[in-house]
């Protein structure tokens, strides 16, 4: 799959709140994708301290999206009939 595709997929796959994370592939090759998440206050704490939960958050839909990487792609690949 190609960065488009895998942007897509981000889109039409995953809920309001995840799609709410601002996720985006910013790169793909071969067995490589790389993720991005914008830097958003709304997962600080006062002060601007980053909260603990943040990361698990966000971490959830990337293996997600990892996952459908791998169990779509081939279905994508096949041929309709």
Do not use: Y
């Not at 985006?24 to 067995?31: A, E, F, I, L, Q």
């Not at 490589?32 to 914008?38: G, I, S, T």
């Not at 206050?41 to 006062?46: D, P, V």
């Amino acid at each position: 799959m190609n960065k488009d595709e895998l942007q897509k997929l981000l889109a039409d796959v995953f809920a309001p709140w995840v799609q709410a994370l601002d996720l985006t592939v910013d790169h793909v090759s071969g067995n490589e994708v790389d993720l991005r998440m914008k830097f958003d206050e709304q997962l600080c704490r006062e002060g601007g301290i980053v909260c603990g939960q943040s990361p698990q958050l966000w971490f959830w839909p990337f293996v997600q999206l990892l996952v459908l990487i791998d169990r779509w792609e081939p279905l994508i690949k096949q041929p309709t009939l």
